[in-house]
T-cell receptor
Framework: LAKTTQPISMDSYEGQEVNITCSHNNIATNDYITWYQQFPSQGPRFIIQGYKTKVTNEVASLFIPADRKSSTLSLPRVSLSDTAVYYCLVGGGFQKLVFGTGTRLLVSP | DAGVIQSPRHEVTEMGQEVTLRCKPISGHDYLFWYRQTMMRGLELLIYFNNNVPIDDSGMPEDRFSAKMPNASFSTLKIQPSEPRDSAVYFC???????????????FGEGSRLTVL
């Protein structure tokens, strides 16, 4: 399983763009990259998934360079409600999914 | 859809007692996962099922833990006997079949917070 490394915490202010980078140097050819968000006292919630280049949905964008050894989750114009823990997962097929320690994002007024 | 439903939401019990946590996955989902979350260890996968069959239980901490999925709409995680170190939030998640070579999105329940005194 590809190991992921992401910052333990990040701080931002309302209205700013937040980019959280995840390193996964030993990603396998058939691995996908998935990001989850977790609020206190709730289960994680799927945000976005991608394999290469750029993926965008109504919540976030995911940028993946050609070598796929890292990925960046981009949250445009964050609000206080985006304060949460963000997890980067790498895997594919029937492999079990491993949530790391995640990145605690704190958005301040 | 009601989402993944877990019960109880909170349970406080004494050491040595049996604990049973329950989960109803989203209808039509083939995969069911049990996770445990603590401050020290984060979110750990305990076991997962595919079409009611346990596929990987390597995350189950010890023989005191057991999980069953008697049918597609119900699963249990049992701890017997319980110990204080089992105190954690236990999440159940379900997912549709893998497609296009990737795993499907995991849908988590709200969790069961267990406190063992």
């Amino acid at each position: 399983l590809a190991k992921t490394t992401q910052p333990i915490s990040m701080d931002s202010y309302e209205g700013q763009e937040v980019n959280i980078t995840c390193s996964h140097n030993n990603i396998a050819t058939n691995d996908y990259i998935t990001w989850y968000q977790q609020f206190p006292s709730q289960g994680p919630r799927f945000i976005i998934q991608g394999y290469k280049t750029k993926v965008t949905n109504e919540v976030a964008s995911l940028f993946i360079p050609a070598d796929r050894k890292s990925s960046t989750l981009s949250l445009p114009r964050v609000s206080l409600s985006d304060t949460a823990v963000y997890y980067c997962l790498v895997g594919g097929g029937f492999q079990k999914l491993v949530f790391g320690t995640g990145t605690r994002l704190l958005v301040s007024p | 859809d009601a989402g993944v439903i877990q019960s109880p939401r909170h349970e406080v019990t004494e050491m040595g007692q049996e604990v049973t946590l329950r989960c109803k996955p989203i209808s039509g989902h083939d995969y069911l996962f049990w996770y445990r979350q603590t401050m020290m260890r984060g979110l750990e996968l305990l076991i997962y099922f595919n079409n009611n069959v346990p596929i990987d239980d390597s995350g189950m901490p010890e023989d005191r833990f057991s999980a069953k999925m008697p049918n597609a709409s119900f699963s249990t995680l049992k701890i017997q006997p319980s110990e204080p170190r089992d105190s954690a939030v236990y999440f159940c998640a379900s997912s549709p079949s893998s497609f296009l070579g990737t795993f499907g999105e995991l849908f988590f329940g709200e969790g069961s917070r267990l406190t063992v005194l």
